[in-house]
């Protein structure tokens, strides 16, 4: 069974850095591209980073990139999300995602909140 757990969530000011983590189980991590999606409040799941399987490529929405970074560590099967700068806009929650033989799997979400 897949299994997709976010954390790291919290309340922040705008400007400052968040980092998220996904921790997966029940597949073969290291052979998966690994996505992580961000739903503002009220508005339909964004996909704002995605990572291949070996970590090299990376791609990214115009909403984060330069201030976003996704990250995969396959030895722990652990995905990231190091957030900067972050901004009112970014707040909602943010899932991982990863597809597997035509289905979609998304964890249940952590929880960011950017207010000052």
């Known amino acids: 069974q897949v299994t997709l757990v976010e954390s790291g969530g919290d309340f922040v000011q705008p400007g400052e850095s968040l980092r998220l983590s996904c921790t997966t189980s029940g597949f073969t991590f290291s052979d998966y591209r690994m996505s992580w999606y961000h739903q503002a409040p009220g508005k339909g799941r964004e996909l704002i980073a995605t990572?291949?399987?070996?970590?090299?490529?990376?791609i990214y929405a115009d909403s984060v990139k330069g201030r976003f970074t996704i990250s995969r560590d396959n030895a722990k099967n652990m995905l990231y999300l190091e957030m900067n700068s972050l901004k009112f806009e970014d707040t909602g929650v943010y899932s991982c995602y990863v597809l597997i033989d035509y289905k979609n799997n998304w964890g249940q979400g952590t929880q960011v909140i950017v207010s000052s």
């Open positions: 990572i291949g399987d070996t970590g090299l490529s990376r």
